[in-house]
Every structure is written in structure tokens, then in C-alpha cells.
């Protein structure tokens, strides 16, 4: 990953430092909201380890795939250097071949012996520096050859290079996907353990309300840490190529992170009794791509109780957008996001029984209803 410091503008040597401190505090941020209850277990937190483990396993994969394709558009561009290198040295070749036949034809032109012919003082100046130039244009053709055949040899040791650069990628790819699968079959084997305490813990009051509670410790502090920070406060939000508004000014043309069936809606009652919606939960197949819906940074990438693998982004002027019970979360704390960047995978972590996204977005710590801002169109 290539750090960034303040929004939209590459990392320095000595920042980096800061971002990694960084990250560590929002780490500890983490655990401490989390003890805030107690250390009372739940069943959710022992799926904990698999689906942090499951959510990193697909960002590497993302990461390579995007890599191998990096490395073959390269490779294919170096094949196509190479073949126009090829023809190229075919014409040289070509053209020298012809030039040294017109030598031999007209035989080798001897200057002492032009000189002192007797000829035509302007015939012999003639065919002296049609010499020359015969001279000079071999010589050329064969400086430029050994170039173009130098080159070719530098071509043929950096398509060998990326050969060996793409078949490393692929055993990374077979090795994480392998990862991916035993952890997919842990999770299994969890939820099976685990399937009627998570039931009975669903249908708790006090399980909801706590996760509620739990999700706004963790806004309120991140609040403080935004504005404690540098390398997050957003005062001033660049836009992109001129186009790229930020989030306070897309009331009215929100696009929602995914496309699904929205189930729960903003102040909705619970079935059960519990706390109103703070925000949509969206039903969708699990792996599809969750966007960004507006340019922020990533100040929350990790795994909570009852929200499973989160994704906060601070879109600046006190605006969060957040994402939840993700599959995978693909970005890290101080990654830039833009409008539309894929930035998570759908998924039922956290111990949701289905697949499909939660969101919110809040202001100054405060939920609203994100459908008020979405555009229909």
C-alpha cells in the first residue's frame, strides 16, 4: 500500500511512522471500547479469529490479483517491444545486406588510386564522396544494429524477469486462496457450534442496545482522534479532476453503497422490541462489491462485535460513512477512497444470519436517514 498523508497527497518518509503510531492507537481504541462492557463472552466472539482472517485473506487477493494483472499488461508490452524490435532489426539487416551488394558491385573504390587516375578532377571528387558516404551509412547501419540487437537482449532478460514475477504471483494466489477456503471451512464449523446460542442472543434486548452503545463509543472516540490527528483531519477536502464533491454536498444524489433489497429502514421499529434502526440494512449476495459512496479516508477497518468486519470512512466537516458485517473489508486505516472505489465485500459477519450490508451515515456523531439524500433516479 502506498501511505498518504493529508487527504489526497502522498505520505512523506517521516510520516509513515506517524501513520503506523496511528494505526496502533486505533487498535487500542478498539479493545477499549470493547472491555468498556466487561469480558463477558458471546458466541459472535468466537468468529471473531476466522472472519478477521477470512476478511484479510481476500484483501491479499485483491491485492495480487491486481498486481499479476499489472504484471501481464507489462509482459505484453514487452512482447510487443520485442517483436517490433525484431522487425526492426530485420529491416537493418535488410537494408545493410543491400548496401554491401551495391559495395561489391561497384567494386571497392581505392582513394590513392582515384587520386592519381588522371580522371576528371570532378568525377574523382564524385566518387570520392560517394565513398565516404557508402562509408558512413555501413557504419551507421551497423551502429544501430548492435544497438537494436543489444536492446533486444535487454528486452528478452525483462520478459524472463516477468515471467518469473508472474509465476511467483500465481503460487501467492494458490497459497492465499488455500488459506481462504480453511478459513471459510473454520467459520463453518463455528457458526455450526455456535448457531442456537447466536439465536437466542438475537432475539436479546439488551444485545442490541449494547451493540448500539458500542458503535457510538466508537464514533465518539474516533471523533476525538480525528481531530487529534493530523494525518486525518479533513478541513480541507481536495476534490478529484474538478468533479468529486464531497459527501455534505450530495443531498439529493447519493448512490447507496450496493445494489440490493433494503429490509430494514432508518427509525424502523425491531420485531422484537429493540432500539429503532439507526441505519438500512441492505440484502445482497454475499461477495458483491461495496463502494464508497463519496472521496474520505478510512479511519476503522476492523472487526467489532455485532457489526462484524466494519469499515469507517471520515468524509470531513464531521461526516462518517459506515459499513458493516462485511465479508471482507479491503482497505486500511489511512487509505484514500474515492467516490465509487470498491472498499469492502458483502457478507454476514458478526454473526448476521444474512448476507447483506449495514449502513449508516452520521454528523457529529448523529444517525440520519441516509435514504433522505439517496437520488432515485
Known sequence: MIAVGALGAPVLAGEKEDLDALRTRLERLRAGVAQTEGTQAEARDQLRGSERAISE???KLRALAANRAAAQKESAA??????????????????????????????????????????DPGRVARELYYSSYISRAQAEFIRGLRASLARQRDLEIHVREKTVELAAIELDLRRERGGLLAQKNERRKVLARVSEQLREQRREVKHLEHDESRLSRLVEELA????????????????????????????????????GVVANRFGAQRSNGGPAWKGLFIRSP?????????????????????FGNLLI?????????????????????????????????????????????????????KAFDPLRWVSLK
Open 286 to 306: 454475499s461477495g458483491q462489491e461495496v463502494r464508497a459512496v463519496a472521496f474520505g479516508r478510512v479511519v476503522f477497518s476492523d472487526w467489532l462485535r455485532g
Open 224 to 259: 476525538k482522534l480525528i481531530a487529534a490527528s493530523p494525518l486525518l483531519r479533513n478541513d480541507k477536502v481536495p476534490e478529484r479532476d474538478g468533479r468529486e464533491r464531497v459527501l455534505a454536498g450530495l443531498k439529493g444524489s447519493l448512490r447507496l453503497p450496493i445494489k
Open 57 to 59: 485473506a481476500n484483501r
Open 78 to 119: 514487452l512482447v510487443r517491444q520485442n517483436l517490433a524490435l525484431q522487425a526492426d532489426i530485420a529491416a537493418r539487416q535488410e537494408n545493410l545486406g543491400r548496401l554491401l551488394t551495391q559495395r561489391y558491385v561497384n567494386g571497392e573504390q581505392n582513394y590513392v588510386k582515384l587520386l592519381f587516375s588522371g580522371e
Open 313 to 365: 470512512i471520515d468524509h470531513g466537516q464531521d461526516y462518517l460513512t459506515i459499513y458493516g458485517n462485511n465479508e471482507s473489508v479491503l482497505k486500511q486505516v489511512g487509505d484514500i477512497v474515492h467516490t465509487g472505489d470498491t472498499v469492502a465485500t458483502v457478507g454476514s459477519s458478526g454473526g448476521n444470519p444474512e448476507s447483506g450490508l449495514y449502513f449508516e451515515i452520521r454528523h457529529k456523531g
